[in-house]
């Protein structure tokens, strides 16, 4: 049963007598991945296997130690075999009632896969915080953009709040539709083009004046952006859009509205139609 729960839990149970020959169990081998050798009941077997400093610990809570104290200690252990792996260890002397030393408990478990997962959560943690700076920069930035467009009209749309708002209202929604997709991604870097624009060009159709046209795009559908590609793209686009649709709603035209797009963006406006071509 012993050995079974050695097995499972990979726990080796061991002992070093009074005599100091040391009784490895069989769940050790299988931790440090070799067979048992008739030299083993005369040494630490581990200390080969873990670093000049760890060594110079083990050895000094093998024979230096002098009570029943219970040591704890994590090592790294580097096999024969060159595998690496984490180790908990703990060791205690036990005495007899006349202080007479009698042997060395000690514990080996193989804690590898515990020790990677701190190390995820490690890493985890600290990609989320770095995320959680980059929403924090990237909505000070769209921000930015906003105010700067603000101003901008202000200037050419003198007193015509109405277009101002107008203006600023789709440019908004261009810079939101951005954050909404990037918090339904997985990835927050990059964006898949062909899914955001037909968001785009749902929302820019639905604040749209006039009606009849439709939107053609030819885009690779694995087509992806990076963030800071896609913020300045839809804006333009935006503007695009807007300025093809006051010359078709002023001219009383329906005129189709398409797009093509690949990885190199060259951007050309024609007077029937707004594309992206390679």
């Known amino acids: ?3 079974d729960i050695q097995e499972s839990t990979s ?11 040391f009784h490895w169990s069989d769940e050790i081998y299988r931790i440090i ?13 581990l200390a080969p ?19 029943d104290e219970l040591f704890h ?21 036990i005495f007899d009632d006349e202080g007479n030393f009698l042997r060395l408990s000690m ?30 920069h990237r909505v000070k930035n769209n921000l930015q953009i906003i105010m700067s467009f603000i101003n901008l009209e202000k200037k050419f749309h003198k007193g015509n709040y109405e277009k101002i708002l107008d203006v600023t209202e789709r440019r908004i929604g261009a810079l939101a539709l951005i954050h909404e997709r990037t918090y339904k991604d997985e990835n927050m870097n990059y964006m898949n083009v062909p899914v955001f624009l037909e968001d785009l060009d749902k929302q820019l159709y639905a604040r749209s004046r006039k009606r009849g046209y439709k939107f053609v795009t030819s885009i690779d559908e694995d087509l992806t952006f990076s963030i800071n590609t896609v913020t300045p793209l839809s804006l333009i686009i935006n ?40």
Do not use: W
């Open 73 to 93: 200690n994590d090592f790294l252990i580097t096999t024969e075999t060159g595998k690496e792996k984490y180790i908990r260890t703990t060791a205690r002397k």
């Open 11 to 21: 726990l080796a149970i061991s002992y070093m007598d009074s005599k100091g020959k």
């Open 33 to 45: 991945d070799r067979y048992p050798r008739p030299e083993d009941e005369d040494i630490n077997i």
């Open 49 to 67: 296997l873990v670093s000049y400093d760890d060594q110079i610990k083990m050895e000094s809570i093998i024979y230096n130690s002098i009570d």
């Open 239 to 278: 503007e695009l859009t807007a300025n093809y649709e006051k010359r078709i709603y002023d001219l009383e035209q329906l005129l189709d509205i398409s797009r093509s797009l690949c990885s190199t963006l060259e951007i050309s406006k024609l007077f029937d139609s707004i594309t992206f071509t390679c």
């Open 1 to 3: 049963v012993v050995k």
């Open 107 to 136: 514990s080996a478990q193989d804690i590898s896969k515990q020790k990677e997962y701190e190390k995820q959560l490690v890493r985890n943690t600290e990609e989320k915080n770095v995320l959680v700076q980059e929403v924090h």
